[in-house]
């Protein structure tokens, strides 16, 4: 596999005893230094995909944000004893900057997470509201990739319950479907308060005849009061 060397901006490099997350020919990375020493690492952790580039330099190793686990940041290896390293990529520090040597990017392989999006996309979904976290790491590149095709448009939210409220109010302003989406646990129940609005006024999810064509479809969420708490028969 052939590597191709590409610059850094001035402002991306950190100064001593300091790593950040850069964004490198579109890929991230987590470029630390450490003394006379500059390292770059892939921007994820191998035990949850944590990000790399937030953590810390504690006595010369780069700790993880989410678990503490250390890694050497110029080689990647973890301390002695542990074999479950970071991949590492060559840096070097020029007159007009500094320079990583980065791999060609690998074919993507289609996932589980890409035929959801394509699913969403194929039923009129063209904004999604949420956060990205550990949890929905695969869905959230599967929506990248997506947004890149120009099928789509993510919006980043800084709380569940926004991403919640906004799915509503688009679905109220547009009649249009939209989704919106959160890490696993306390993140999904986060949702539920603007779920539940949308559920109240039926929107977002309403399906309408198009032009020429008979009938069509509307699925609502709201309940008739004479039928609630009965139980159908089959």
């Not at 109010?169 to 306390?186: M, S």
Request: glycine share 12%.
């Amino acid at each position: 596999m052939t590597a191709n060397w590409h610059r850094v901006d001035e402002v991306d490099v950190p100064a001593d005893g300091r790593v950040r997350s850069v964004v490198v020919d579109g890929r991230s990375i987590a470029l630390a230094r450490c003394g006379a020493r500059l390292g770059a690492l892939d921007n994820k952790c191998p035990h949850q995909g944590g990000p790399l580039g937030e953590g810390s330099i504690e006595k010369g190793l780069l700790r993880c944000p989410w678990h503490g686990y250390d890694y050497d940041p110029i080689t990647g290896q973890p301390p002695e004893g542990f074999s479950d390293s970071v991949p590492s990529y060559p840096v070097d520090e020029r007159a007009d900057g500094v320079y990583v040597q980065l791999p060609e990017p690998a074919e993507s392989v289609r996932t589980v997470a890409d035929v959801l999006v394509e699913t969403l996309v194929a039923h009129g979904v063209t904004h999604v509201f949420g956060m990205v976290g550990h949890s929905n790491l695969g869905f959230a590149e599967a929506m990248r990739r997506a947004e890149d095709r120009g099928e789509l448009t993510y919006i980043g939210i800084r709380h569940e319950g926004a991403a919640a409220f906004a799915a509503s109010a688009y679905g109220k302003l547009t009649g249009r479907p939209a989704v919106c989406f959160a890490i696993a646990g306390p993140g999904s129940t986060n949702l539920l308060t603007g779920l539940y609005d949308a559920k109240l006024e039926a929107t977002a999810r309403r399906r309408r005849p198009r032009p020429g064509r008979v009938g069509g479809g509307c699925l609502r969420c709201s309940v008739p009061a004479s039928a609630r708490g009965r139980r159908r028969d089959r």
